[in-house]
């Protein structure tokens, strides 16, 4: 995903370590991507040692250089290949670890329990605040196509979806029953 993250990027304009660090702090890939900003520099050197980028230019600003990289052809078809790979593999993740808490959820006391989901659910807010940030931020920075504001939608679906659940669960240990919805 990195590879793929970077090689997008760079087939778009040259860009530095930096610019790349910079794009995805700012359209927050690293938060629904996931993607350590720490693993830039090391994916950088890792495409460029394999030939996928090269440096196009080197600006020196008193002691300091920086290194812009831009893709070569080698670059290209590998980030079509990584691009085949993602849309070819299915990823099934569920919030296993709220479903293991929600199955013993009524060996602590309920008020503790209805406490926590809140508690999840007002980060489940603020995480859907920055990815819309993220999304404002990236419209800013280019033109967003069809198929990447359709996979905000389906982000934004599944946040509403968790929500909906952590709601639902915390009426049914209030009262013992689903909502009639």
């Not at 590879?3 to 990027?9: A, C, M, S, T």
């Not at 610019?19 to 996931?34: A, F, P």
């Not at 920055?130 to 946040?159: A, C, H, V, W």
Request: charged share 30%.
């Amino acid at each position: 995903m990195t590879d793929l993250y970077i090689l997008g990027l760079i087939s778009m304009k040259p860009m530095s370590g930096y610019d790349v660090e910079q794009n995805l702090k700012n359209t927050m890939v690293d938060r629904w991507g996931g993607i350590l900003v720490g693993s830039i520099y090391y994916a950088l050197n890792k495409l460029e040692k394999g030939n996928y980028i090269k440096v196009c230019e080197t600006r020196t600003v008193g002691k300091k250089s920086t290194k812009i990289y831009q893709i070569t052809e080698i670059g290209k078809k590998r980030k079509k290949e990584c691009v085949m790979k993602c849309l070819v593999e299915s990823q099934n993740t569920y919030p296993t670890q709220l479903f293991a808490g929600l199955m013993f959820a009524d060996e602590i006391e309920k008020q503790e329990a209805v406490k926590s989901l809140n508690i999840q659910i007002e980060a489940q807010k603020r995480h859907l605040a920055e990815i819309k940030k993220g999304e404002e931020e990236k419209e800013k920075q280019m033109n967003l196509s069809p198929l990447t504001r359709l996979t905000f939608d389906y982000i934004y679906e599944m946040e509403e979806m968790k929500m909906k659940y952590l709601y639902e669960a915390i009426h049914l240990m209030k009262t013992g029953e689903l909502t009639d919805e």
